[in-house]
């Protein structure tokens, strides 16, 4: 009857939250045992001058290289480490070998670009998170000018007192700081011109349907303008299409990124592309 088939379902529930609570858990340990053997690599995504052409950025995106299932996609493993705790050490690595490979390259006479790291919401919950920067950048010896620092414009929403003081504290530094998926994250203009940011990143939502969807071009052509009149760099997200660019280009965006360039690439691809811009 209804009784017996209600309680069927509640253990097939129960049954479903157990093996998802211990993939979770699986996942979780494969997870911090990849941390330790240094199954976590960086990929770089070119940013590129729209005005010239030119690489004058990258962006650095982890990859966790699991021997049995090759490369495992960050939207699997960073939201997992961000409730387990596992994005402190996770995120410490990924900025102390951001700031190593950009010293390397620097060393190596290639051209001078900025890098950028994501910043979790977790980390920015950190009050130490300007003590880890600083450790990264003075063991490495990379400059602080050329470290950009991308923070979700939701995390800054989250508490947003705390978040002001980190940043600025960030910021005495001498990192960059940029907002990444701007526009879907509702911060308020009074909240937004009190960040110390520099540098603004339109949401990939908003290109991908550029030409065809007129609202998205309009946001993002507000986006633009109003990053401009703050005296922020915009730079566009996801641009997989000459239109896209062009479009980009004639509404004044600063920089851009996306799979019309380059897939974000391993360190010697980037390395390759990077000399390639190098003057002959
Ligand atoms: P994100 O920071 O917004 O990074 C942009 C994502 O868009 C990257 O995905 C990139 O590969 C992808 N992308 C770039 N160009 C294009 C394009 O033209 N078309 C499309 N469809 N996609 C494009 P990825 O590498 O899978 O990273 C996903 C997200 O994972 C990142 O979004 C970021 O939120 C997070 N993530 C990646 N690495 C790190 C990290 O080291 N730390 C933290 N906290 N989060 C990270
Ligand atoms: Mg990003
Ligand atoms: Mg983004
Ligand atoms: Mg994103």
Not at 11 to 26: D, P
Not at 188 to 209: A, H, T
Request: hydrophobic share 45%; net charge negative; aromatic share 6%.
């Amino acid at each position: 009857g209804a009784k017996a088939q209600g309680r069927g379902a509640w253990c097939f529930y129960a049954e479903e939250m157990t093996q998802a609570a211990r993939e979770r858990l699986t996942l979780e340990s494969r997870l911090r045992r990849a941390l330790q053997q240094g199954q976590l690599v960086l990929h770089y995504q070119p940013q590129i001058d729209i005005a010239t052409g030119r690489i004058v950025g990258a962006e650095a995106l982890v990859r966790w290289l699991d021997p049995d299932e090759g490369l495992i996609s960050p939207a699997r493993f960073i939201p997992l480490a961000e409730v387990s705790g596992l994005i402190e050490p996770l995120g410490a690595w990924v900025l102390a070998e951001a700031c190593r490979q950009g010293q390397a390259w620097r060393a190596a006479g290639l051209p001078e670009i900025t890098l950028a790291v994501n910043v979790s919401p977790r980390q920015l919950r950190q009050s130490d998170l300007p003590a880890a920067v600083a450790q990264a950048l003075a063991q490495s010896g990379f400059s602080a000018a050329q470290l950009e620092l991308e923070i979700t414009e939701s995390a800054l929403a989250e508490n947003h007192e705390h978040a002001l003081r980190i940043l600025h504290e960030l910021r005495a530094l001498g990192v960059q700081l940029a907002i990444d998926d701007f526009g879907t994250g509702y911060s308020s203009l009074v909240q937004l011109k009190r960040y110390p940011i520099q540098v603004l990143k339109i949401d990939q939502g908003f290109v991908r349907d550029i030409p065809h969807n007129k609202d998205d071009m309009a946001i993002s052509a507000a986006i633009v303008a109003m990053g401009h009149s703050m005296g922020l760099r915009v730079l566009a997200e996801g641009v997989e299409t000459a239109e896209q660019l062009e479009f980009l280009r004639a509404q004044g965006c600063d920089r851009y990124q996306g799979y019309l360039r380059s897939r974000p690439v391993p360190a010697a691809e980037f390395e390759d592309l990077l000399r390639a811009e190098a003057p002959h």
